[in-house]
């Protein structure tokens, strides 16, 4: 079988890309080991963040240090053995955590972000997947003084770009959330034009079966190696193999594994979040998304009940569950909202795709034609992946580009 494009990868990355490749008339075939939407893009937080206009870096101040160090804390943890592995890629992320280098970095990622949700509508009108999103935006909820009015001073400045917020008391949050108990909070800050879906693997679903209706193609199958020949790519799978003009890697965590043998060595990371669903019943009934910013987790309001999903952990992609973050903060849940039966017994886990500039890697891999790189989207993949969508068929299709792509270029390691 001989396609136009392969899309190795059919997470909300991948599946945005090929969608944009099928709807511009590329004969595309979507290529998953599993259904499409069913990993990081199934157990996110399901947020669509037009606000998010800054990174996450490292923790680079001593106090910071100090607190995180213990390995205690509800909204990071880490084991060492996935320090020690991905220490260069970690002194990197060091590295790129100083001030000066994020704010270069959050110029280049604004560029993305605010594309975020017009390019998320064209697909969701396309998919008649309204029903799947809300508009209303997500509470970002504050425990300490001083960082709330840090907070509360950097939303007034992202209104710059466009963002849109109201800072709430307790009273007004209560207002919005009534089933809520906020002691211990001192407000919130509602992000009024950031989106959040209600299931997002059922969103990246919708978008594969509008993908499908365009005639693009989805084959369950797990990729074992990629080769190029004569006339572009080799896809070797379990059962089979497809040949293909263009190649495009949009594999998320597992990138690297695809890539690595062709000699491509990116400094791409995992970064482990948790959910688990509660039953919702008419006293934990929410509206919105609640995030818990001191102690860093999100309860939302889901198709499958009350989602909490955890922040990040630092393992290894193979490593078994470790379930001390999800426990730690169940405990700060349930005094906000009663979660009392819980949907499916064992907890989900998932990795972020994370790369040391908190930047993705768009554009085209470098050493060899017609191979193209998407991933590493990090903390915000389900936000970004219909904007990487159209870059990645402006690339292919050789458009001018409505993102300028340097920055995301796959070889910006090793220049550095
Ligand atoms: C707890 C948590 C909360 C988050 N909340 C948000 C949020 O609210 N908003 C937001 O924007 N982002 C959020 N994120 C981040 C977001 O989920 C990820 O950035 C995004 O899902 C990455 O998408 P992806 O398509 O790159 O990867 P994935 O969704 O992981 O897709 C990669 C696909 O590649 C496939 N694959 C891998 N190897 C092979 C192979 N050899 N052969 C065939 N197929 C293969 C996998 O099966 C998978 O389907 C969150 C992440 C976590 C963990």
Redesign the pocket.
Known sequence: MRYKVIV????????SIAWHLQKHNSQVLL????P??????????????RE?IHVHPFPRHLTELIRVLPNQKTDIRYHWSAVLRHHQALLKYWQFSAPAAVQQIEEEWKTLIEHCTNEHQHMIAAAGAEALVRRDGWLEMHRSKDKFGMAVAAAKKSQEQGIEHQVLTIDALKRLEPNGNFDGFIGAIHWSNSWQVSN?GALVKAYAKSFQQMNGSVVE????AIKPDSDGWQVI?DQQSFYTDELVI?????SN??IKPLGYDLPLFP?????QHFKTTVQNTINHSLVDMDKGF?MGPMQQGIRI??GAEMTLMEAPKDLGQLQAVLHFAKQILPLNEVVEQEAWA????CMPDMKPVIGAAGKHDHLWFA?G?????????PITGRIVEELIHNKPLTVAVEPFDANRFSKA
Do not use: C
Not at 8 to 15: E, S
Not at 31 to 34: E, G, S, V
Not at 36 to 49: M, R, V, W
Not at 250 to 254: F, T
């Open positions: 190795v990868g059919a997470g909300m990355v991948g599946t290529l998953d080991k599993r499409p939407g069913s990993e990081t893009s199934y157990g996110n937080a399901g947020l669509i963040q998010a997002p199958d797990t990729v074992k799978t949009a594999a998320g965590p597992w594994q695809l970064m482990r979040g948790y959910h999100v999903t955890t998932g990795s972020r795709p991933f989207h990090g903390h915000q993949g389900f936000t970004l992946g």
